[in-house]
């Protein structure tokens, strides 16, 4: 039996290791962008074709692959971030962002350490590699949306990782919550052999698409450097797929808390991440052009879709806090007069 604090449920054996306890779940891998409205994506993110003909400007991670200096300046047009001057001409684009990104460094080590301690709470480990994937994206969207004046080399290699670690920490996201079905015991190095090997392959795969479409390795991609900026690959890995991911985790949380556990309270804390998650992508998409032009390029939506994941992610944390147990039950011992 596995133990929660709303109740308890059927799972297999074998749940006495210590990292055993209930259900559970994670949002958010800063996904960076997701809509299924959009008919072409321009490789710099900085404009996407829509079905019903509109071409809007955003600044996306992969804005800095087919840029000729490989920064968010290209033909696309659009809303050019600036931020704030520097020395010999450079920028630093996005404050906001940069500072936000080390908020949410923080703030998911916090929850790294505080998992810690939840001993008995099924998907222990499983939510703390999350998390950990979390950083990682959190550090490469310093150096890639942020802005931050790097080498181009060393830019193009932070904007490849954090592409490839978006598909990948979505996926372990979906996978976290598979593990509160017990299918196999949760921490044990099965599960997470399986879960790194997989996350490394969408990792490595992704990454490498990214790579060769920035350095040009082998030329393959380089028809993404000629207009509309189109790279159909990429398009499928940094938008659709994850999504696809995200959605698979709402439904199996939704479904694992409603049917099995039977408890209705756990859901406030996934819609909360759920809207929390879109509400960032709205700004991203639909209010960053506005934000953009009313600043003169001082800021965009980036800086809001970087705070309302971090808070999504958060909110997540607690669900999955919320319906696990943080410890052992006590056993009851028989007192003799």
Excluded at 14 to 31: F, R, T, V, Y
Excluded at 42 to 65: K, M, V
Excluded at 305 to 316: A, C, G, I, R, Y
Aim: hydrophobic share 50%; glycine share 8%; proline share 3%.
């Amino acid at each position: 039996m596995g133990s929660t604090a709303f109740g308890n449920f059927n799972v297999r054996r074998a749940l006495a290791s210590k990292n055993a306890s209930a259900n559970h779940l994670h949002q958010a891998a800063n996904m960076g962008r997701s809509t299924g409205l959009l008919q072409g994506f321009d490789l710099a993110g900085l404009q996407c074709t829509f079905t019903d003909g509109r071409t809007e400007a955003w600044h996306a991670a992969p804005d800095l692959l087919s840029s000729p200096d490989h920064d968010q300046i290209g033909p696309w047009g659009g809303c050019q971030l600036t931020g704030i001057p520097l020395s010999g001409g450079q920028h630093l684009g996005n404050l906001g962002s940069i500072i936000l990104c080390g908020v949410a460094i923080v703030a998911a080590a916090l929850m790294v350490l505080k998992s810690e301690k939840k001993r008995a709470a099924v998907g222990r480990r499983e939510m703390q590699l999350f998390l950990l994937c979390y950083i990682i994206i959190s550090i490469c969207e310093i150096f890639s949306v942020g802005v931050f004046p790097l080498n181009k080399s060393v830019r193009l290699a932070f904007t490849s990782i954090h592409i490839g670690m978006i598909i990948a920490t979505t996926w372990i996201l979906m996978l976290n919550a598979v593990v509160g079905y017990q299918l196999i015991d949760d921490g044990t190095p099965l599960s997470m052999c399986l879960m790194l090997l997989s996350a490394a392959a969408l990792l490595i795969g992704t990454g490498y698409i990214a790579l060769d479409t920035g350095f040009q390795w082998t030329g393959y991609w380089n028809s993404s450097y000629e207009l509309p900026n189109r790279n159909i690959a990429l398009y499928v890995l940094y938008q659709l797929v994850p999504l696809v991911f995200l959605v698979a985790f709402f439904v199996l949380e939704t479904i694992l808390v409603l049917r099995v556990l039977g408890e209705v309270r756990p859901m406030v804390y996934l819609v909360a991440a759920a809207a929390l998650f879109a509400l960032g992508q709205v700004f991203n998409y639909d209010i960053s052009k506005y934000i953009c032009d009313g600043t003169s390029g001082k800021i965009d939506g980036a800086l809001f879709e970087t705070l309302f994941t971090l808070l999504s992610v958060v909110m997540v944390w607690v669900f999955w806090s919320s319906i696990t147990e943080d410890d052992w039950p006590m056993q009851s011992t028989s007192t003799y007069p």
